[in-house]
């Protein structure tokens, strides 16, 4: 993995919320990664992959199991098992999250900054639920 730190510096800095999945080196980077730990028999399933990437960095890298593959693949076919597939989950995961965000920013009055600064002080960027 030490040939993918270029990959890991490019989305070091970047939030879940604004980042570009769109952006050529972005996406490549993405693809990148995902591709590269795909092929590794001993890390198992996708799921396993996700999560792996998810705890080097939790502010870009989305967790997805079979089901969440499943709900996705209706909303987008090209949300599969890949390299690809990720990157559109990724996608289609921002979008549904920023969606959330602006209707309760209509709702409450706050701007999206504010909502994100306020959920990040209460849970703490923690992706579990056992201390709430």
Not at 41 to 55: E, F, V
Not at 86 to 91: A, D, I, M
């Amino acid at each position: 993995m030490r040939n993918l730190e270029k990959d890991f510096a490019l989305l070091r800095d970047k939030r879940f919320l604004t980042v570009n999945f769109n952006d050529k080196a972005i996406s490549e980077a993405i693809r990148t990664i995902y591709g590269e730990l795909d092929p590794i028999a001993y890390l198992g399933s996708p799921t396993a992959i996700s999560k792996i990437l998810h705890l080097l960095n939790p502010e870009i890298f989305v967790m997805w199991d079979n089901a969440i593959v499943n709900d996705y693949h209706k909303i987008s076919r090209h949300v599969t098992y890949s390299a690809n597939g990720y990157l559109e989950f990724l996608k289609e995961t921002q979008k549904a999250v920023l969606t959330a965000l602006s209707e309760f920013e209509k709702e409450i009055g706050k701007s999206l900054d504010a909502i994100e600064g306020e959920l990040r002080g209460k849970y703490g960027n923690k992706t579990d639920n056992q201390n709430h």
